[in-house]
């Protein structure tokens, strides 16, 4: 593994959004176990230039990143990382102007409409992934400890719902949460319902109000639950049925053996044609009695087949990966504009 006097200033550059944030701060934590010094950048505008040092290390989680660095770009090294595991929503890399982008599996080339000859994209991991394998190991302590926390009992069925936020492209299940949990309770009976919100800074009033409305909900009802999605991953461990929206949480849900429902989303712009790919049944809207998932125990093999496109290494180092595979880029980069200059 390389030193911290093999790396220049480096730069980890937050753009705002929790679950992005969440997911950078994995691979921050460890440049920090190796001793690898960093500056931490928050940006809310893509049109200021960054004072930036040159000959930095630039490590982001979103695309927004790319207009915020074009001031600077020849004198800097840019580095992307995909805040999720299937290039649907937020991370189309295959135009993405950074000097490196390092991928979570072979579904996201592919997906993703990448040139795998072009060597600025590399599998190489997926950071958050670290925590995801370990808490297959915690599941049964998961459960006693948030029933502990919370005051419930652990015998009930555990039920997480993790509906999308909306953007230009997708629209949102959040107002069907309401609808979710009066269904499962006629189909289960007793249950814990975990609404995971992954839609804090969402800026539509319609989602708003139906955030709201959950919240009421679980104001009167001590068995439902509202979560921050960005802490969704301990009651991803504890559930007994998992239902979403979101593609890499069917991914996150599946390698823990859980079942899952998907709940289709409606769709535009770039993403119309890819979504279809990744709604890997079976789906909310054509069973008619959840309790047979649950019973089932576990994923289908073709949710099996869709975690290994999406997962390139299941392991727990996959942070330790992507930092060299980033450190070793950024020393090539460095080298040849020593060279360069040289020759200049």
Not at 216 to 230: I, K, M, P, S, T
Not at 266 to 292: I, T
Request: hydrophobic letters at 40%; aromatic letters at 10%; glycine letters at 8%.
């Amino acid at each position: 593994m390389e030193r911290a006097e093999s790396a220049g200033p480096v730069v980890f550059v937050d753009s705002g959004g929790s679950i992005a944030v969440s997911h950078l701060q994995f691979l921050s934590d460890h440049f920090l176990s190796l001793g690898l010094d960093f500056d931490w950048m928050s940006i809310r505008s893509e049109r200021t230039a960054p004072p930036i040092e040159d000959g930095s290390l630039v490590i982001s989680c979103n695309m927004r990143v790319d207009r915020w660095l074009e001031p600077v770009r020849d004198r800097v090294f840019q580095v992307q990382l995909p805040h999720n595991l299937t290039s649907l929503k937020g991370s189309n890399l295959s135009v993405s102007k950074a000097d490196l982008n390092v991928l979570p599996g072979l579904q996201f080339l592919q997906s993703g409409a990448i040139d795998s000859a072009d060597p600025r994209f590399v599998i190489g991991g997926y950071a958050k992934w670290d925590a995801v394998y370990r808490e297959r190991f915690l599941q049964s302590e998961r459960r006693g400890y948030l029933s502990r926390r919370l005051s419930i009992e652990p015998e009930p069925h555990w039920v997480v719902f993790y509906p999308t936020g909306p953007n230009r492209d997708f629209s949102s299940n959040v107002h069907q949460a309401c609808r979710v949990y009066e269904r499962l309770q006629v189909k289960l009976g007793s249950l814990e319902f975990f609404f995971c919100n992954h839609s804090r800074n969402n800026d539509f009033e319609t989602v708003r109000r139906d955030l709201d409305r959950i919240g009421e909900l679980a104001a009167r009802d001590r068995h439902v639950h509202v979560v921050d999605g960005a802490d969704a991953l301990p009651y991803i461990s504890a559930c007994d049925l998992f239902i979403t929206d979101i593609a890499s949480t069917v991914i996150t849900a599946i390698s823990m053996g859980k079942p899952v429902l998907f709940m289709g989303i409606d769709c535009s712009g770039p993403g119309e044609n890819m979504v279809a790919d990744f709604q890997v049944g079976p789906f909310w809207h054509e069973v008619d009695d959840p309790l047979s998932v649950v019973s089932r125990g576990g994923p289908t093999p073709e949710q099996l087949e869709l975690f290994r496109r999406c997962v390139a290494f299941d392991d727990d180092r996959n942070c330790e990966r992507i930092t060299e595979t980033i450190l070793l880029g950024y020393r090539r980069w460095r080298d040849d504009r020593v060279k360069g200059r040289r020759r200049g």
